[in-house]
């Protein structure tokens, strides 16, 4: 099965030039952990709670701070046309719950979830994924 089946297309982001405070709240509404972070159309980042708390708050940055400061762009992605059995090992490795999907010209598409996995896609490739996610440690990335 094709990530571009099981993803969610619908996705809130952000700026880098957006306060972090935005950021916060754009999560807060939509019951999420991380925004992707565009510039025009293009994907170059994606901002976390954790990013927010830890590496913000922990080092002093206010809620005016832009996003682009905080956010994390070593991405790990998928793309429209990977399958999801590769995207689920993708997501076990780096220890993640999502990822952006991107078209071939980097611009965003959506984002593919464990709960896409689970509910759209085959069971397998969500409990590879969620093998990973849950072993301990590792440097969190998105």
Known sequence: MK??????????TVRPDQPVQE????????DAGSIPVIDGDRLIGM???RDI??????KGYGPD???RELMTD??????LDDD?????SRMSNAQVR?????????????IVSLGDLTQKGDDGAAEQALEGVTEPGGEHRQ
Do not use: K, N
Request: glycine residues 4%; charged residues 25%.
């Open 65 to 67: 701070t832009p996003v």
């Open 47 to 49: 901002i976390t709670d």
């Open 3 to 12: 990530v571009s089946e099981v993803m969610t297309r619908d996705v809130r």
């Open 53 to 58: 708390a830890v590496r913000g708050v922990a």
């Open 74 to 79: 070593d991405l790990v992605i998928a793309r």
């Open 23 to 30: 950021a916060a709240s754009f999560m807060l509404s939509a």
């Open 98 to 110: 999502r990822l952006p999907v991107i078209d071939d010209q980097q611009r965003l598409c959506g």
């Open 84 to 88: 999801t059995d590769d995207v689920a």
